[in-house]
């Protein structure tokens, strides 16, 4: 697969409009959902791998109907801003931190000046 270009507005809310559409449940899940889809675009996949539990990572794809890495940039200009990518970036290879659980989410999660 070739490089992912930033995902429009139009296709951001077609993927929201459909995942709201089809939901049922707890209304939070999406919302949170939504929101990683959101922050992602923003950010890149990598960095919402990061701040999220493998399964929550799937279970928001499978919400939205979307691979991430389908839809969002590996990263963006912003990844940097994510404490969980400049912590991979130190520690090695981002698959292995990844699947060595290097780099804890309560960490991961910070966001700091550009």
Do not use: N
Request: hydrophobic share 45%; aromatic share 8%.
């Amino acid at each position: 697969m070739g490089k992912v270009k930033r995902m429009s507005d139009e296709k951001l809310l077609e993927i929201i409009a459909k995942a709201v559409e089809e939901f049922e449940g707890d209304c939070t899940v999406l919302e949170s959902a939504i929101g990683a889809l959101v922050f992602g675009r923003e950010v890149g996949w990598q960095a919402i791998r990061l701040i999220h539990a493998g399964r929550t990572f799937k279970r928001y794809e499978q919400i939205l109907g979307i691979k991430f890495r389908e839809v969002l940039q590996e990263r963006t200009d912003t990844s940097r801003r994510v404490t969980g990518i400049r912590m991979a970036d130190s520690l090695g290879k981002f698959w292995q931190v990844v699947t060595a659980g290097m780099v804890p989410a309560s960490k991961a999660k910070i966001v700091t000046g550009s």
